[in-house]
């Protein structure tokens, strides 16, 4: 059964800093890997989406990296603004339908 | 969230009581799903749809049925509602490209 989990469960960095946010699964059967952005009592918003075939995707400051055989990914987002404030979540989608997402990491930027 | 609609936004049931929640999607795509979130568990899939007339269950589908007489609608019923029903329930759409779009949640409390 793929677990997905996502550490550290929230994170407090000053405005500027450039910081690493990991997602780490136990199945490297994967399809696709896809990076969310929650803010508080919203809906997902879709950040970076990399296919089983990539290693990384990139979207302005944010660069997502995948690398299957550890079972890790990771979402680098440089120069930090308060408006990066947020809860970053990653999904893993395997075979089929089912995707299963992380708990999320609580991010806070500090103007 | 643009092009996931859910209705309603917020919903107080007593346990017993049934409702359905709407999910409508103006992008034509063909598969829809309904997640539930709760604190610190992450996102779990109930149920998806592949498309029109079709159905399946996901990670947690008992208490729920849903149904999808329309390819833009996709609904989640609660026959008889339980306090463990208490979540925030999210509608996602995808399509061939995989990114799965949110609708903004629909917070139900079950007393």
């Known amino acids: 059964k793929q677990e997905v989990t996502q550490i550290p469960a929230a994170l407090s960095v000053p405005e500027g800093e450039n910081l690493v946010l990991n997602c780490s699964f136990t199945?490297?059967?994967?399809?696709?890997l896809q990076w969310f952005r929650q803010d508080p009592g919203k809906g997902l918003t879709s950040l970076l989406l990399?296919?089983?075939?990539?290693r990384e995707q990139t979207s302005g400051r944010l660069n997502a990296s995948l690398d299957k055989s550890s079972g890790r990914s990771t979402l680098y987002i440089a120069a930090s603004q308060p408006g990066d404030s947020a809860t970053y979540l990653c999904?893993?989608?395997?075979?089929?339908?089912?995707?299963?997402f992380g708990a999320g990491t609580r991010l806070f930027v500090k103007a | 969230n643009a092009g996931v609609t859910q209705t309603p936004k917020f919903r107080v049931l007593k346990t017993g009581q049934s409702m359905t929640l709407l999910c409508a999607q103006d992008?034509?795509?063909?598969?829809m799903y309904w997640y539930r979130q709760d604190p610190g568990m992450g996102l779990r899939l109930i149920h998806y749809?592949?498309?029109?007339?079709?159905?399946a269950k996901g990670e947690v589908p008992d208490g729920y049925n849903v149904s999808r007489l329309k390819k833009q609608n996709f609904l989640l019923g609660l026959e008889s509602a339980a306090p463990s029903q208490t979540s925030v329930y999210f509608c996602?759409?995808?399509?061939?490209?995989?990114?799965?779009?949110f609708g903004p949640g629909t917070r139900l409390l079950v007393l």
């Open positions: 996602a759409i995808s399509g061939d490209g995989e990114t799965q779009y």
């Open positions: 199945d490297s059967a994967i399809y696709n």
């Open positions: 990399i296919q089983s075939s990539q």
């Open positions: 999904a893993v989608k395997g075979g089929g339908f089912k995707t299963i």
């Open positions: 992008m034509n795509h063909e598969y």
């Open positions: 749809s592949v498309g029109e007339g079709t159905t």
